[in-house]
């Protein structure tokens, strides 16, 4: 057959396919290397160097075995320990307080009359109630103290041991008010720490005598300076325990009696 002369048209069409066809497989396949590149991006990089698989870990060696000492050497056993330097001691009081007279046996208390508390002062016993503490029955004195209104609650059975005791006579309110006079000095112990702590075992003692001391330094003191926060504290203890009573047992009103201390003390 005779061969047909291909034009030159589409010779170069031919020539052209190949290239065509390489370009677009060189299109298709740039979607995967971003693909690829993204999924590179998106693998979390870490610092730390992973060890090849079957690589032994390191492992700290252990110490040998101390020796064991010989009978003759063995470690002596642990000296004991020396006791704490903070022990308590005995009380030893500063001031010498004289006991307090003994209480009438036959203490025959009732609802209205009149008590003094050795540490809260002049009170009334305003009921006396049954109660159970501690799995223990028995009555109780409910006291009203009069200075701040405060109800304390003593049993019956060891109200004299509790230091509750009726209030003064107007002969012992005399000797009272005499102490107050005297001219001497309760206390004059240094430094004040100590003439404080005399002070106050002198108001706890529940004596009027050793509190009426206690009312006429503080006194005196005010008169001669500005009285400190200790010093005002005292006063104002013994004021609190004294006075009241006082006053009940001459038959006066406190004014009336704090008149005359304040008198007392200017002269």
Do not use: C
Request: charged residues 25%; aromatic residues 4%; without cysteine.
């Amino acid at each position: 057959m005779p061969q047909t002369a291909r034009s030159p048209r589409s010779s170069s069409r031919l020539e052209r396919a190949p290239a065509k066809a390489k370009t677009t497989s060189v299109a298709k396949a740039k979607p995967a290397t971003k693909g690829k590149a993204a999924a590179l991006r998106s693998v979390p990089t870490t610092k730390t160097a992973v060890k090849p698989a079957g690589e032994p870990r390191a492992t700290r060696p252990t110490p040998p075995p101390a020796p064991a000492l010989p009978k003759s050497q063995s470690v002596p056993p642990p000296a004991p320990q020396r006791p704490s330097q903070i022990v308590a001691k005995g009380y030893v009081p500063l001031v010498n307080i004289p006991p307090l007279p003994p209480p009438p046996k036959n203490l025959k208390l009732n609802v209205g009359d009149k008590v003094v508390h050795p540490s809260h002062g002049l009170g009334e016993i305003s009921a006396i109630e049954h109660r159970e503490i501690g799995g223990a029955k028995g009555e109780f004195f409910i006291i009203r103290i009069l200075d701040n209104g405060m109800r304390v609650m003593v049993p019956r059975t060891s109200a004299q041991a509790a230091g509750l005791r009726p209030v003064m006579s107007s002969k012992e309110a005399d000797k009272v008010l005499e102490t107050m006079k005297a001219r001497e000095v309760a206390v004059d112990l240094q430094p004040w720490s100590r003439r404080f702590r005399a002070y106050t075992e002198m108001i706890k003692s529940g004596s009027p005598h050793e509190v009426a001391k206690v009312l006429r330094d503080m006194y005196r003191l005010k008169f001669d300076k500005e009285l400190s926060f200790g010093e005002r504290r005292l006063l104002d203890q013994a004021k609190s325990l004294l006075l009241k009573e006082l006053a009940a047992a001459k038959g006066v009103t406190e004014p009336v009696l704090q008149a005359r201390v304040d008198e007392m003390f200017r002269t």
